[in-house]
T-cell receptor
Framework: AQSVSQHNHHVILSEAASLELGCNYS??????LFWYVQYPGQHLQLLLK??????LVKGIKGFEAEFIKSKFSFNLRKPSVQWSDTAEYFC????????????FGTGTLLAVQP | EAGVAQSPRYKIIEKRQSVAFWCNPI?????LYWYQQILGQGPKLLIQ????????DSQLPKDRFSAERLKGVDSTLKIQPAKLEDSAVYLC???????????FGPGTRLTVL
């Protein structure tokens, strides 16, 4: 069965610090990969996605993620966080050809201190 | 472009009562999803529709949960009777095709007392 692991449940950073949130999945076939973000009081929205091609994908607000197939990983990065990045971040994986079901990780709550 | 609409936004009921949630997806999106998000966890898929047909309902507790999408547009999710452990946010999402980007609604926060 597919599963998604997010290693950090809570992360606290100061503004301008660099961010890396880990995401690993278990599925041996082709995958579509996503990072979703939920800002306080708002609904889930897409941050970035990987379907195929360049494994380094860029999303909104300066975020990027790198798909490393050999490590089954899709880590999220941002070189310099802002207070407005305070939110909960979810990694999600869709194992194509299996159930076509989007499996979410448990989420990482990021708090950025001004 | 209008997003995914859900109502109500909040609902408080007592256990053993019934409740229904409504979702209107983005126009033209054939695939509609209902997720349950329990506090501290990621969303978990309950049911997926392709137009008005069910694609996956393997994680839907069918003894108490039901969902329909009669005309391939709006959808309702019902819980009858509710249990304490059903307290969660119920999210509706839609996508143009299976496996594609999903757009989420604001969710309905259900509290079962």
């Amino acid at each position: 069965a597919q599963s998604v692991s997010q290693h950090n449940h809570h992360v606290i950073l100061s503004e301008a610090a660099s961010l890396e949130l880990g995401c690993n999945y278990s599925y041996g076939g082709t995958v579509n990969l996503f990072w979703y973000v939920q800002y306080p009081g708002q609904h889930l929205q897409l941050l970035l996605k990987y379907f195929s091609g360049d494994p380094l994908v860029k999303g909104i607000k300066g975020f990027e993620a790198e798909f490393i197939k050999s490590k089954f990983s899709f880590n999220l990065r941002k070189p310099s966080v802002q207070w407005s990045d305070t939110a909960e971040y979810f990694c999600a994986v869709n194992g194509l050809g299996a159930t076509n079901k989007l499996i979410f990780g448990t989420g990482t709550l990021l708090a950025v201190q001004p | 472009e209008a997003g995914v609409a859900q109502s109500p936004r909040y609902k408080i009921i007592e256990k053993r009562q019934s409740v229904a949630f409504w979702c209107n997806p983005i126009s033209g999106h054939a695939t509609l999803y209902w997720y349950q998000q329990i506090l501290g966890q990621g969303p978990k898929l309950l049911i997926q529709f392709q137009n008005n047909g069910v694609v996956d309902d393997s994680q839907l507790p069918k003894d108490r949960f039901s969902a329909e999408r009669l005309k391939g547009v709006d959808s309702t999710l019902k819980i009858q009777p509710a249990k304490l452990e059903d307290s969660a946010v119920y999210l509706c999402a839609s996508s143009q095709e299976e496996g594609g980007e999903q757009f989420f609604g604001p969710g309905t926060r259900l509290t079962v007392l």
